[in-house]
């Protein structure tokens, strides 16, 4: 099956500092990929559509600036959280649809739980 | 806009009892409906879908069935075991544009031997 592999799984950073979190479409190609974010006992969100070689698309209220999208190839987007502070620990996913599928179903990451402390 | 409700867990279970986890939607348009689930330590994985009002998707023993009259998609298995342990996502998709998800808040099921 397709698989996606998110990374780091987990990271701990410093108030203030950036960090990248990579989703990778190992076995397929991905022309799109979504980015998620999840806060404790709460859904997850959408907060960005990525499509390969162009600007990502964000949803209202998420700081484009502050979550730097980058989908450079048809098997990798990156999500920079710029400056993290406190209230963006989170837990992000991202998933990917194959083109090739051209159905419904999307392939998630396991996730990446980031602490900014 | 569109939404996802389903009940509040955890659910907790004895091997072999009947599971039922209940989720509404509201949409614009037509959706899919989607059950996804997460193990520990994995990424959601696809569980079970529907596309049309009165579908019925099935995998692994779970069946849920796509009710439009009463915009449920309410998830059933018969007789579950420890592996089924883990956290249940209902989801759905408006069958146009960029196909992104919205989730419901998830509920975790706990299955005790």
């Known amino acids: 099956g397709a698989v996606v592999s998110q990374h780091p799984s987990w990271v701990i950073c410093k108030s203030g500092t950036s960090v990248k979190i990579e989703c990778r479409s190992l076995d397929f190609q991905a022309t799109t990929m979504f980015w998620y974010r999840q806060f404790p006992k709460q859904s997850l969100m959408l907060m960005a559509t990525?499509?390969?070689?162009?600007?990502?698309?964000?949803e209202q209220g998420v700081e484009k600036d502050k979550f730097l999208i980058n989908h450079a190839s048809l098997t990798l987007s990156t999500l920079t959280v710029t400056s993290a502070h406190p209230e963006d620990s989170s837990f992000y996913i991202c998933?990917?649809?194959?083109?090739?599928?051209?159905?419904?179903?999307?392939?998630f990451g396991q996730g990446t739980r980031l602490t900014v402390v | 806009g569109n939404s996802v409700t389903q009940m509040e867990g955890p659910v907790t279970l004895s091997e072999e009892a009947f599971l039922t986890i209940n989720c509404t939607y509201t949409a614009t348009g037509y959706p899919s409906l989607f059950w996804y689930v997460q193990y520990p330590g994995e990424g959601l994985q696809l569980l079970l879908k529907a596309t049309k009002a009165d579908d019925k998707g099935s995998n692994k023993g779970f069946e849920a069935t796509y009710r439009k009259e009463t915009t449920s998609f309410h998830l059933e298995k018969g007789s579950v075991q420890v592996s089924d342990s883990a956290v249940y996502f209902c989801a759905l998709s408006i069958n146009t544009g960029r196909r992104a998800l919205t989730f419901g808040s998830g509920t975790r099921l706990q299955v005790q031997p």
């Open positions: 998933s990917a649809q194959n083109r090739d599928r051209g159905d419904t179903e999307a392939f």
């Open positions: 990525s499509n390969e070689g162009s600007k990502a698309t964000y």
